[in-house]
């Protein structure tokens, strides 16, 4: 098994958990809310997690949606994944939305409402150049290779 690697993590509510894997080999650590919500149909708020961390440079964590509440409730992330950079000391917050078309969301504080994936990410240099090398899919998109038999 790799070493973990270690994230420095601001408890800035004692009560509240660091983010925790529920199984060995997952890859998101789950976030929890760190105040009660209502969500009423179609609406989003952004909710604090009462953790703040420093990340190493060379990595970015980003913040997933659970599956189970999105299947279940419509519970989804607005900007999913967000984007926690390396240098952000502030608090963790998920941009909640329910996408449900009739039912409110009741969450309370504690409860794990999004994963934090943590990654390693490339910086890159942008380099303006006139004519770009040719690839087998050239500018093709947007549907371009098909959709649904129906
Ligand atoms: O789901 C998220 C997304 C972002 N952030 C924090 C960490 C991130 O480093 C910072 C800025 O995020 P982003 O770059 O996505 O937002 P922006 O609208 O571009 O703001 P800025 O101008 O501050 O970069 O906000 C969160 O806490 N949760
Ligand atoms: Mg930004």
């Not at 601001?10 to 809310?33: I, K, M, R, S």
């Not at 607005?78 to 917050?93: L, Q, S, W």
């Amino acid at each position: 098994m790799p070493e973990d690697l270690v994230i420095a993590v601001q408890q800035l509510d004692p009560d509240l958990p660091l983010p925790a894997y529920a199984h060995p080999g997952d890859a998101g650590a789950d976030l929890v809310a760190g105040v009660d919500v209502a969500l009423a149909p179609g609406e989003r708020a952004l909710i604090p997690t009462g953790i703040a961390i420093a990340l190493p440079e060379g990595y970015v964590a980003l913040v997933h949606p659970r599956s189970g509440l999105a299947a279940r409730h419509g519970l989804s992330i607005v900007n999913t994944p967000g984007t926690v950079d390396a240098g952000y000391r502030g608090e963790i917050k998920v941009l909640l939305i329910n996408h449900d078309p009739v039912e409110a969301i009741t969450l309370r504080r504690g409860d794990r409402i999004a994963q934090l994936v943590v990654q390693r990410v490339e910086r890159a240099r942008f380099e303006p150049v006139t004519a770009l090398p040719e690839s087998v899919r050239g500018s093709g998109g947007y549907g371009s290779t098909g959709g649904f038999q129906s």
